[in-house]
């Protein structure tokens, strides 16, 4: 059975950073993709980023975070991670790792899920 665990929210004070880590279990972490999403209080989910199994290529969500936000994995410790920089208060949400099969945008491409971890960024 596939487990997601995400750590690392928390409050941060906007321009400051955080990183969140996803660890994942129960399957050979480094034969999947990883993807990154967030949502918002009364919003739908939104793709963050992605990553492929090997590390390469990343994507990221073109408006919103690119730029701010890396996308890395650590396949030694399952473990995937998103680096975000410049933080504002739009980028309230909670944030779920998804695994799948490749790192697309849609989050239906992912199979699992983690139950989330708040991010909340005070203006």
């Known amino acids: 059975q596939v487990q997601l665990v995400e750590s690392g929210g928390g409050l941060v004070q906007a321009g400051g950073s955080l990183r969140l880590s996803c660890a994942a279990s129960?399957?050979?972490?480094?034969?999947?993709?990883m993807g990154w999403f967030r949502q918002a209080p009364g919003k739908e989910r939104d793709f963050v980023a992605a990553?492929?199994?090997?590390?390469?290529?990343?994507?990221y969500a073109a408006n919103s975070v690119k730029g701010r936000f890396t996308i890395s994995r650590d396949n030694a410790k399952n473990t995937v991670y998103l680096q975000m920089n410049s933080l504002k208060p739009e980028d309230t949400a909670v944030y779920y790792c998804a695994q799948g099969t490749k790192p697309e945008v849609a989050g239906s491409s992912y199979r699992y899920w983690g139950q989330g971890t708040q991010v909340t960024v005070s203006s």
């Open positions: 990553i492929s199994a090997s590390g390469a290529p990343t994507y």
């Open positions: 129960g399957r050979t972490f480094s034969s999947y993709a």
